[in-house]
């Protein structure tokens, strides 16, 4: 579907996976015609395209080999409770944290609750990152769009020291998107924003890279091609976390390069818009 319209391509692409309903209707529609051919052949091909793009998402297995674990979380600047946020995050024991809409206000007390067992921190306007392994080289990932005034902050880049080598961990949070009839599908400042962070991966010297972020749209959107084609294809697992009370899209990332994930998934609800997301990596 064409991109030229509304952006009509990107909105289909970004809840791509669940086309695969249709199947059930063309059953539906094909079984009236009694004739069992046209049944077999309106299920099977549809059902073939859908397997060939999202089967291997089913291959996730948790006792997978792996090294470290990295979680993901857009934790939202109107969270009523970010210390009980923080201390579900706690529990999943992960080596690397990333967050973004850390609010002023927000921001000392996830400091606060995850120092105990976080003693590495890094952040960036409203991003940041916990690590359990020592950070170097932090610094700023300029991924504004031209569009937006100063003082807006929402990408950063860090070396994580761990015991299989340095790794290099970008966090980030892409512009918001934008449904409306005047501009239908409107990702301009996202996708600006996309290209940014593909040229700032694509410079990257550490061979082993692992992005967490909230990109705002699943890695189907052509809109991200500039840091999909970056990096590896994303590992097994459905793992939706947006919106939260009924995920129907995985709008938060975990992607890697040289570094397979080996299996992803979704965590329970912590008071936010996002469910938390988490991944298992090999270094």
Known sequence: MPNTVGRLGSLLETFLPWLGLTVPVLVGLASLRRRRWTVVLSTLLPLAAWLGLFGGLFLSRSDAEYDITALQHNVSDVNPDPSGAARKLLG?????????????????????????????????GTVGLWSKYPLAGIKRVDIKPAGIGPGWD??????????????????????????????GFNTAWRDESAALLGTAIAAERLDK??????????VDDRGLDPVSSRLDPPGPGFALSWPAAFPLARIDQIMTRAAPVTHVWSLPSTGSDHLPIAARIRL
């Open 92 to 124: 999943t024991d992960a080596d690397l944290i990333a967050l973004e809409e850390l609010t002023p206000a927000a921001l000392p007390v996830f400091k606060a609750e995850l120092a105990p067992e976080y003693r590495h921190h890094a952040s960036v």
């Open 154 to 183: 929402r990408g950063l880049r860090a070396t994580a020291r761990t015991p299989h080598g340095d790794v290099a961990v970008y966090v980030a949070h892409l512009p918001s998107v934008r449904l409306g009839l005047a501009k």
């Open 209 to 218: 890279v692992i992005l967490l972020g909230d990109l705002n749209s699943t």
